[in-house]
């Protein structure tokens, strides 16, 4: 079955107008009373091995080396995610929500993902 110009020209104009995101719609509904339209969601990864240090477990310590890793691992998948939006034509991000995963093959290595919504003015 061909499909017709009208419905040709109409399904592009919505591809332009169509995103991905994981807002609710009472999320959606306030970002469109700010002025704000999402226009994709962006997302950002990062899979740091961490190491080991040494401690003495006599006394309470911090682990430096493992905490600096895990603020480096966490502010680089953040970073990601901000240029990926940002080459969308992004100007914010909302709702981030970012995760960190332990891999089963190998209990030293954590994978942060940062995900949200990218916005606009409208």
Known sequence: MAVS????LRLDENRRDLFTSDLSVSEFLL???LGYQPIGLAMGTSVYHLGVQNARWRQ???LDVLTQAMYSARHLAMTRMQEEARRAGATGIVGVQVSEHSRMWDNHVFEFLAVGPGIRRA
Request: hydrophobic share 20%; glycine share 0%; aromatic share 0%.
């Open 60 to 62: 309470s310590v911090e």
């Open 5 to 8: 110009q009208e419905t040709t």
């Open 31 to 33: 970002l469109e009373d």
